[in-house]
């Protein structure tokens, strides 16, 4: 028996996971190729690498992958391994280079990936056999997509097929990144993701969150569907219903999407929905006010936030004048980082549509506080004295999440 069929056993439906998922390198490294290496993960938006030869370097667990645009205007991404003795290639973190030049022995690469020099070989050496290793990468508006399958992964149209319409709709295509920031977390990245499917600890940890959107929102919706009891949604739902209404009649899209039964069994786990932020804010700021100009196809602010989930490693809220991307990476048993991307209207100009710190202020001190809590969560974890404990009304998001990752660790991997 597998180690991860031995754990699960241990695993009791109502209660956090049982210690050894969270603290098992082994059980890690399946994890890994089980469920990580199988996504189609969003990792960063187009307007980083602008002019051919622009690169950025994107790494979690023990990959590093170059993500480049030719000089065709292409975008590629290369495993950051030499196809000589497996250097790194690129030790910088983003930059501009025709040739890729391994820092080892100089063999070069083009930004297409082709071996272009490898001094003093033998006469039977052939370059055109030592390009870089491809990763698979696709673009759906201006989002970067990657998969680290060694196989063919899901095919891209169909996984990302119910989520294009509201993204079509925020049009991320037509905007640009205003800011970044990682947030290295020392925790297992379930732990990171966890905390991610549920706002029961809003109130509570997440003050400036709490007050920028209407308390019975962070109550009902705060995760999405699933925050809260069935009941109390139906009832918040209900309530927004002329809103909702409202959106409908403006061609604006906000249906809720949650995942089907086919598509749990293929191990995928899709979200959208879209509600008001209330309180009378127009933007997630914390004033309420707009942060930036209108993106995508509004005409005007009617104070929406879109949640858009690929998979629980990757999402994306919007507001009308501004995104956020979420990069949730796992980096080892106990080490994780999260990464956020901001976006605006391309042709937003700083200073004079926006300020960034207005944009960035919200999920900043959220995440910085998510940091803090998810730690702390992972260092009473690893207490001899940690016992599985029983999931509140408002964590069903939780166990969902659990059947996603047990989906996806008992598929066959590709
Ligand atoms: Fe890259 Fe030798 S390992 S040139
Ligand atoms: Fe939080």
């Not at 290793?133 to 990302?160: A, R, V, Y």
């Not at 209330?278 to 995508?296: R, V, Y």
């Not at 004079?352 to 702390?376: G, K, L, R």
Request: proline share 4%; net charge negative.
């Amino acid at each position: 028996m597998s180690l991860f069929n031995q754990y699960k056993k241990t695993y009791q439906e109502g209660k956090t996971l049982p210690q050894n998922f969270y603290t098992d390198e082994n059980i890690f490294s399946e994890e890994m190729k089980s469920v990580y290496f199988q996504q189609w993960l969003m990792v960063d938006h187009v307007s980083r690498i602008k002019e051919p030869g622009n690169y950025f370097v994107f790494e979690a667990e023990k990959e590093s992958i170059i993500i480049i645009r030719g000089r065709d205007n292409e975008i590629r991404a290369f495993y950051n391994v030499c196809t000589h003795r497996g250097s790194r290639i690129c030790l910088d973190e983003e930059g501009s280079k025709n040739l890729l030049v391994c820092p080892y022995h100089a063999w070069s690469f083009s930004s297409e990936g082709k071996l272009k020099a490898a001094r003093h070989m033998p006469d039977d050496f052939v370059k055109e056999d030592y390009g870089l290793k491809k990763c698979h990468l696709q673009i759906f508006e201006g989002l970067i997509f990657i998969n680290l399958s060694m196989d063919t992964p899901m095919d891209f149209d169909e996984f990302i097929a119910p989520l294009k319409e509201i993204i079509s709709f925020h049009n991320t295509g037509r905007s640009k990144i205003v800011s970044r920031k990682k947030y290295p977390t020392k925790a297992n990245f379930k732990l990171v993701l966890e905390n991610f499917q549920e706002c029961y600890h809003c109130s509570n940890a997440h003050p400036e969150f709490s007050a920028v959107h209407e308390k019975d929102w962070v109550y009902t919706m705060g995760a999405g569907l699933g925050t809260a009891p069935e009941k109390d949604t139906e009832e918040y739902l209900k309530k927004i219903s002329p809103w909702l209404e409202d959106c409908k009649k403006k061609g604006i899209p906000s249906e809720t999407y949650l995942e089907t039964e086919d598509g749990l069994k293929q191990g995928l786990n899709r979200y959208v929905d879209r509600t008001p932020i209330g309180n009378g804010h127009l933007s997630q700021t914390k004033s309420g006010k707009p942060a930036s100009k209108l993106m995508g196809k509004f005409k005007d602010f009617d104070g929406g936030l879109s949640q858009v989930s690929f998979n629980p490693f990757s999402c994306c809220y919007f507001t009308n004048d501004f995104g956020v991307m979420f990069v949730f990476k796992p980096n080892s048993t106990l080490e994780s980082e999260v990464e956020l991307i901001w976006l605006v209207n391309e042709d937003a100009k700083e200073g004079h549509d926006f300020n960034v710190d207005d944009i960035t202020f919200i999920w900043d001190v959220t995440t910085q506080e998510d940091t803090m809590i998810i730690e702390n969560n992972q260092k009473g974890l690893l207490s001899q004295s940690f016992t599985p404990g029983v999931l509140s009304e408002n964590e069903s998001a939780v166990t969902y999440f659990y059947n996603w990752y047990f989906t996806n660790m008992q598929l066959p991997s590709s």
